[in-house]
């Protein structure tokens, strides 16, 4: 993380994370994912011809960024037929034109692609096709397959125009020609497919938010479905072509469990909950029976249980305040105006010579033997205490180069403590704080990898706001409430805390969860009475405690384990919590704050306890 590696893409996925220790969590995840989506091969028996030769065709330089030119056009009709046909569940693959000259024929009515047979071919709004997409379409009608043409209808065969050719083709008796709608290209597959997958809500409309994945492996239908909304929870029925016994594969934790089913008119039906970016894998074994069940799921009457609004606390990292802004000397009596220190480090780095060396790396440049003007650069921070006696720590990149006095008491600098990496050095100045206003002088030779970089303290301290753009030390809070922890005094913690508190039962249930409703953290671990934390990484946020609870008091604690994200942030752009960070978002000049953009982390609306009967 040292210099511009902690702003180089983030975030880092490494010992310096607060939630490293956990992070084989979301790795076993994927790697089951991956196993499941890999097992067999893919299901389709429909083909999409991909039309980019008509944006060939159509491309013009002149008009290559306009969103209206013809090959935009094309791209767009054609990604919206993509999703829709994802978003109502119906299996596809692309047809690549190279590919299928290579590897395409007709074999009884349906099209060979490789190992892939497909029974219906649609072609989207178009205007070019290879002369051999044509022959294979043309075979394909004539052997018994059946082709939808949607929206425009291709007059083009390798760049030309192809006479009637196209018109014999598309009034074939095997042909559906429709216009660019959905609904009648929905209408029209059923028509001609058997649907192997349908995902209903309540008022039986399929449910577009929910993609699938379906492969077959054996006798074994594998299907993963994922819910594409981050807000949605959704209630659905699952409606299989096939029957057999059906297996749940969770994808979290290894476990499988055996599915109970309806069997309605020969397919089977599956009942549950996808929560907002929730995924579920169903596996059916067409060599085994079915688990049946009559009717409704037996439905338990529900209460929710609010806990306390306050919490003790433990935090089990040093608490932070960032020092980003301070002053430069050359000589260590005239001083700059106070500026970011992003900004120093820029003007540093012109003042010694190497502006015309901007944005290539300091070992290239040594490399080459350029070296900076010799210049010695003094740099002057400031913050404020109201508290005195506690472990504070300064934290410094390449600590040793440095010349450090607190207040005007010179301070060594070698140290073999570290905070976040181990360029990182941490020095003790507990003794040297006072109360109000604190002054840290460093002086260095400049050089080519000098890091002129924003500085931290770290240790057990509160954090105060005093404006928008200044903060100041001052005592911990005793207890924590509801709400976000940084206006609780952690503005700028990057690490984790455990709320403790308990609840009483007063008899046993059939089943209870511990739910954190809003909650905000990186992922969070669950333990009640002691017991081994159950941790939970995504929505719903609640756990199963069922086993764990007991008639009584119960002792409950919950670990919320935050990001680096209010230390090293972007702290400051203007809008934000950003949706994509690069090394420019740092520094972006035009969308600069000086107030401090942080994003809340905690309890934020407690936790309950759910309890059904």
């Known amino acids: 993380m040292k210099g511009d590696a902690k702003r180089d893409y983030l975030p880092t996925f490494s010992y310096h994370q607060p939630y490293w220790p956990y992070f084989k969590l979301i790795n076993d995840y994927f790697a089951r994912a991956s196993y499941v989506c890999s097992q067999g091969k893919y299901y389709a028996d429909l083909l999409l011809l991909h039309s980019i030769s008509s944006a060939w065709a159509t491309y013009s330089p002149i008009k290559g960024k306009d969103p209206s030119s013809l090959p935009n056009k094309y791209n767009n009709l054609f990604v919206n037929l993509m999703e829709n046909l994802l978003s109502l569940h119906w299996d596809f693959d692309l047809g690549d034109e190279i ?45 018994g397959g059946t082709v939808i043409f949607m929206g425009e209808k291709p007059k083009l065969i390798d760049g030309r125009e192809s006479g009637d050719e196209w018109n014999s083709l598309i009034y074939h008796p095997n042909v559906k020609s429709i216009k660019f709608d959905i609904r009648l290209l929905d209408e029209a597959l059923k028509q001609i497919l058997p649907k192997q997958i349908s995902i209903l809500d309540e008022e039986g409309n399929e449910v577009r938010d929910i993609y699938v994945n379906h492969r077959v492996d054996g006798s074994q239908h594998i299907f993963f479905l994922a819910n594409t909304n981050r807000e949605t929870t959704h209630r659905v029925r699952i409606i299989l072509l096939q029957q057999g016994r059906v297996e749940e594969w969770n994808l979290f934790d290894g476990s499988i469990e055996e599915v109970a089913v309806l069997d309605e008119g020969e397919k ?131 600590p040793e180069i440095w010349n450090l006095s607190v207040n005007g008491e010179k301070v060594p600098t070698l140290t073999e403590e570290w905070q976040w990496d181990r360029q990182f050095g941490k020095i003790d100045i507990s003794e040297f704080i006072k109360i109000g206003r604190n002054e840290i002088l460093l002086s260095c030779i400049y050089d080519l990898d000098t890091p002129i ?88 946020l609640e756990v199963d405690v069922t086993d764990r609870v007991r008639k009584g008091r119960n002792k409950l604690r919950i670990t919320v384990v935050s990001t680096l994200r209010n230390t090293f942030g972007p702290l400051h752009h203007v809008k934000g919590d950003l949706t994509f960070v690069g090394p420019g978002s740092f520094i972006d000049e035009d969308n600069w704050i000086d107030s401090y953009q942080l994003v809340p982390y905690g309890l934020i609306r407690g936790a309950e306890v759910i309890i059904f009967q």
């Open 268 to 398: 089977t039906v599956i009942d549950t909950v996808f929560p907002p970016a929730g995924s579920r894998v169903f596996v059916i074994n067409t060599k085994e029976r079915a688990k049946m069940r009559s009717g409704e799921a037996e439905i338990l009457s529900k209460k929710v249980v609010k806990l306390s609004e306050l919490w003790k606390f433990k935090r089990l990292h040093p608490n932070v305040l960032v020092l980003d802004k301070g002053q430069y000397s050359l000589d260590g009596k005239e001083w700059s105006e106070v500026k970011p220190i992003w900004k120093i480090r820029h003007e540093v780095w012109g003042i010694a010579g190497l502006q015309i060396y901007k944005g290539i790396q300091p070992w290239v440049l040594r490399a080459k033997g350029i070296k900076p003007k010799k210049i010695t650069v003094h740099l002057k921070i400031e913050f404020k205490s109201e508290i005195v006696g506690k472990r504070v720590y300064f934290v410094i990149e390449k």
């Open 99 to 143: 590919i299928m000259e290579r590897h395409g024929k007709v074999e009884a009515g349906k099209m060979r692609i490789g190992k892939m047979l497909y029974k219906t071919v649609i072609v989207p709004p178009s205007l070019n096709w290879s002369r051999r997409t044509y022959l294979l379409l043309k075979d394909f009608l004539e052997s």
């Open 453 to 540: 970089e924003d500085m931290y303290l770290v240790g057990d301290f509160g954090v105060k706001k005093l404006s928008d753009t200044e903060y100041i030390l001052t005592e911990e809070p005793k207890f924590l409430k509801n709400g976000d922890w940084t206006s609780q005094g952690y503005y700028f913690y990057s690490g984790t805390i455990v709320y403790e508190g308990n609840f009483v039962l007063k008899e046993l249930f059939k089943r209870v969860l511990i739910h954190l409703p809003d909650a905000k953290g990186c992922l969070f671990l669950i333990s009640v009475n002691d017991a081994k934390p159950l941790p939970i990484c995504w929505n719903p």
